[in-house]
């Protein structure tokens, strides 16, 4: 299973690991999952970091570090027709990332994301995720 994590979950995991968010963590390394990010998730985590909460940068650089993920390559992200559904046109390249690295499921908590209707990637929250693949 390939699963894309949007930034709003990696700042969930690394800044406020709730139950849910370990419950998913869990979840994914039960399930072997593969982990996938792309460049503009990276840095959109860094940026967030360093304007919400610059004291923790290290914490921040750690959590990237021991999160073990798979880059999809910036070289594949060409935006093609099937992101010009999508509302907030700053989430087109991360829609892209999932296309172009064919993952299973993209995991966010963005609701313009979680309006489409795509057969893949499947988009689901945390939440939604741990529900469907409870073991």
């Known amino acids: 299973m390939r699963v894309l994590l949007d930034t709003n979950i990696l700042i969930s995991a ?3 690991p709730s139950p849910v968010t370990k419950d998913f963590l869990w979840q994914l390394r039960a399930l072997n999952a593969k982990i996938f990010l792309c460049n503009h998730i990276v840095k959109e985590f860094v940026d967030v970091y360093q304007e919400k909460f610059p004291h923790k940068q290290v ?3 750690r ?3 021991e999160l073990p993920y798979h880059m999809i ?6 935006t093609n027709d099937s992101v010009s559904s999508i509302r907030d046109v700053n989430d087109a390249p991360i829609l892209t ?3 172009k690295g064919n993952v299973d499921i993209l995991v966010t ?3 313009d994301f979680l309006v489409l209707d795509l057969p893949k990637p499947k988009i689901m929250t945390m939440a939604e995720f741990i529900a469907t693949y409870d073991s």
């Open 14 to 16: 690394a800044i406020f």
């Open 59 to 61: 914490a921040a650089q």
């Open 63 to 65: 959590f990237l570090k």
């Open 73 to 78: 390559p910036a070289s594949e992200l060409q």
């Open 97 to 99: 990332a999932a296309i």
């Open 109 to 111: 908590g963005d609701k």
